[in-house]
């Protein structure tokens, strides 16, 4: 199973805007925020791993 990093970018009300940072890549993925830990703010680091994302860093 593949761990990837994400930056988050923004948040917009039960979204987040997610940026790759293990590889280039401007694309930005939509999360809904109910997939994501409660805490997180514009700038948190992100690991997903087996379909979970954690704060990392």
Excluded: C, H
């Excluded at 761990?3 to 039960?14: H, K, P, Q």
């Amino acid at each position: 199973m593949e761990i990837w990093y994400y930056e988050v970018v923004s948040v917009d009300g039960d979204y987040a805007n997610l940026r790759r940072t293990d590889i280039e890549s401007d694309d930005l993925k939509l999360v809904a925020r109910a997939l994501l830990p409660a805490e997180i703010v514009e700038g948190s680091k992100l690991k997903y791993e087996m379909f979970q994302y954690e704060i990392w860093g």
